[in-house]
C-alpha cells in the first residue's frame, strides 16, 4: 500500500513539473535572432559579390548551410574571425580566389569623361549613384560601399575606385609600438629616471 | 556656513608648476599678420564659410554659420581681408590638415556692426540661448562642447545646481586663474547670466557653486570679493577643494561638490546638474551684456623653454609661433612643444597651427622638463593605476584587452568610462603609456561603431533597392499579363462576333444575346455607312455639279 502510495505521489509531482515546465517552454520561450541574420550582421554589406553570391545576404545563408567562411574580402580577417567565433569553426585565411583585402576605397566619376548612359547606375547596388540618362552621374561618397561592381559597366572607363582619406575627424590614436630600441628595455625597474623635482614649486 | 564637499577615488598629485605663469598680469598679444581660422574648432559638425576669398571682413563679422544643431559659428577676431579658404595644419594630435579660413589682418581692429546689448536680468532664456548660439560659444576648458547644446534645457532633467569648474587641476595651466583674478566680474556676471537661463519659472533658483582648487588662494579672495559686491541673494558659493588631480574632470567635480556620480554613458543632466568652464562664463557675459562674440580667449604660454611665460588673451587664429616668439622662446632648449597640459595635451608637429577656441595652454617644456618616457616593460600588476585611477576602473585588466584587441571585454571593464586624464600612465612603475593603449582601444571602438552602422545602413540600402527592384518586375509582369488578357479577350469576342453574325443569319433566335447584339450593331452601322453614302452623293451633286462631272470624267478614265 504505501509503495503505491509513493508511487503515486512522485507521479503527481512529475505531472505538475512537467505541467509547469511545459508552460515556461511556450510562455518564456527565447526569441533568438536566426542564425542567418546573426551572419548576416558580421558581414560587411558591400554587397559586391566577390563571394561568387548575388549579395551578402545569400552568402549569409550559404554559409549558414556549410559554405567556407573565408570567401569575403572585404569583410578581411576581422569578420573571418568573428564568423568562426559565431559559428564555433576554425579560423581559415582569406581564400585568395575571391580576392584580396584591401584599403576601403570609395568609386568617383570623373565627370567630364561622363555620358550619361546609366549603366553604373544599374550595376550599383545600394543606389549610391546619382544621375539620369544623357546627363552626368556623381557617387554620393557617404553611401558607396567600394564594391567596384561601377567600374566594369562604364563604357568609357570614368570610373576610378579611390582611397578614402583619414581626415581628423575620424583619426584616432594608433596602439603604441614597443620602443624600437630592444637593449633600452633591458632596465629594472629601479633604473628608471627619477621625476625631476621643480625647484619653482619647491621653493 | 561652510559647504559640504566630497571625495572621490584616486587621482595623483603631480608636480604643479603653476607659478612660473602667474608672475606677470594677463598680456595682449599683438594683431599678427596673418589669422588662421579651422572651420572646426569644436566638437560636431564643422562650421560652414559664408565669405569668399577676397571679401573683406570686419572686426566680429560671421563669417562661418554653424551647420546643424551640435555646431558653432566663427566670426573675424580682427579686421582684414579673407585670402585663403584651403587646408591647412591644425592644432591636432594627428598632424593632419584642416578646412581653414585665412584672413590678411588691416591693423585697423576696426568693429562690424555689432550684437545689440541684451539686459540680461530681464531677457527671456530662449533670447538669451540664441544669443549664445550665434556668438559662437564653445566650452573653453578643452574639450570644445558647443555651449548653447549643453545649456538648452531638456524636459526631463529639471536642473538644480549650476557648478561653475575653476578647478583648473592640471599642472602649468594658469588661464582661469588669471582671469579670476583680473576679470571676477564678468566671471560672476556670466554666471548670473546661466543661472538667469536655467532657472525654471516657479521653481527656485538654481544653486551655483564655483570648484576651485585650494591652490588659487588668490583667485578664491577676489571671487569672493566680487560675490559680495554683485550677489546680493547670494546665490552663488566659492567651494574650496583639495588640490588633487583630476579634480577639473566634469565628473569628478560633480562628485566632490555634490556627491552625485554621473551614470554611466549619462550626462551631468541626468543628476540635475550642468556644468561649466569658468572661462566660457566670462565669454558668456561679454555675447550677452558687450554682444561681442567669441573671438578671443586667454592662453597660458609657459614651459622653461621660454624667457617670459604669462597668460595672453590672444585673438582666435593667431600661429602659435608668433605667440611664442613674443614670449621669447629659445628654439635650441625646446624639446617638446605640447597643446594642453602635460597630462591630458599632446605634441604640436607644428609650429604654425593656429590658436583656436579650446587651446588654454601652449607649453614649452625642455628635455628635463618634461623627459622622454622610459621604455615601457612588462606590467607586474602592482595595482598602482586602480589605486589612481579616478573612474574606479581597472586599468591594468583593460591594458589586457586593449593591447589584444579584445574589444569586447574592455567595455564589459566600462572602458567608455574612461576620462583619459593619464593618472594610470604617471603612477605606473612600469613606465606603460596605459592611457595611450585606452585612446587606441577607444578610438577603434568608435571606428567599429560607425563600420557596423554603415554596413547597417548599406544592407538597407541593398534591400529597398531589392524589393523596388522586385516590386517594377513584378509591375511589368502584371501589366503584361493585362496586356495580355485583353489582346485574348478582344480575339475572343471577334471570334465570337464572327461566329454570332454567321449563326445570326442562319438560325436567329438559338444565338447568344451578345451575338445578337453584335451582328445588330454591325447591321447598323452598314447601314449607317449606306445612308451616309447616299446622302453625301447628294450634296455634291446639289453643291459642285462640275466637280461631279469631273470626278465622273475621272471615274470613267478609270
Partial sequence: ?203 | MKQKIWDFHGGIHPPENKLISTQSPIEKAPIPSKLILPLQQHAGQPANPVVQVGDSVLKGQLIAEASGYVSAAVHAPTSGTVVDIGQRNIPHPSGLTGLCLVIETDQLDQWGERLPAIDYEKAEPAELLQRIRDAGITGLGGAGFPTSVKLNPSMENTIVTLIINAAECEPYITADDMLMREKAEEVIKGIQIIAQMLMPVECLPVECLIGIEDNKQEAIEILKKTIQQLDAEHQIKVVSIPTKYPSGGEKQLIQILTGKEVPNGGIPADVGIVCQNVGTTSAIYRAVALGEPLISRITTFTGKALATPKNLEVLLGTPIQDLLNDCGLSEEKLSRLIMGGPMMGFTLTDLNAPIIKSTNCILASTADEIPVPPPEQACIRCGMCAEACPATLLPQQLLWYSKTKDFDKALKYNLLDCIECGACSYVCPSNIPLVQYFRFAKGEIRAQELEHSRSERARQRFESRQQRLDNEAAEKEAKRQARAKAAADKQKKMRSAQEGFDAGTAEKHTEADTADDKAAVIQAALARVQAKKEKQKLETQVETPIAESVVNDNNKGD
Avoid at chain 1, 535572432?33 to 553570391?53: K, W
Wanted: hydrophobic fraction near 40%; proline fraction near 7%; include cysteine.
Fill in chain 1, 1 to 203: 500500500m504505501n509503495v503505491l502510495s509513493a508511487i503515486l505521489i512522485l507521479l503527481a509531482l512529475a505531472l505538475i513539473f512537467g505541467a509547469v515546465l511545459g508552460f515556461a517552454a511556450i510562455q518564456f520561450k527565447v526569441e533568438e535572432d536566426p542564425i542567418v541574420d546573426q551572419i548576416d550582421n558580421l558581414l560587411p554589406q558591400t554587397q559586391c559579390g566577390q563571394c561568387g553570391y548575388p549579395g551578402c545576404r545569400p552568402y549569409a545563408d550559404a554559409i549558414a548551410n556549410g559554405e567556407a567562411i573565408n570567401k569575403c574580402p572585404p569583410g578581411g580577417e576581422s569578420t573571418i574571425h568573428s564568423l568562426a567565433d559565431l559559428l564555433g569553426r576554425e579560423f581559415v585565411p582569406l581564400d585568395e580566389e575571391h580576392g584580396e583585402e584591401k584599403a576601403k576605397t570609395v568609386a568617383y566619376i570623373r565627370e567630364d569623361e561622363c555620358i550619361g548612359c546609366t549603366k553604373c547606375i544599374q550595376a550599383c547596388p545600394v543606389d549610391a549613384i546619382l544621375g539620369a540618362a544623357k546627363l552626368m552621374h556623381t557617387v554620393i561618397v557617404d553611401e558607396c560601399t567600394g564594391c567596384d561592381l561601377c567600374v566594369e559597366p562604364c563604357p568609357v572607363d570614368c570610373i576610378d575606385m579611390v582611397p578614402l582619406e583619414k581626415t581628423a575627424k575620424d583619426w584616432y590614436w594608433q596602439i603604441p609600438t614597443p620602443d624600437a630600441n630592444k637593449a633600452q628595455t633591458t632596465i629594472i625597474a629601479t633604473d628608471r629616471p627619477k621625476p625631476s623635482v621643480d625647484e619653482d614649486e619647491a621653493a
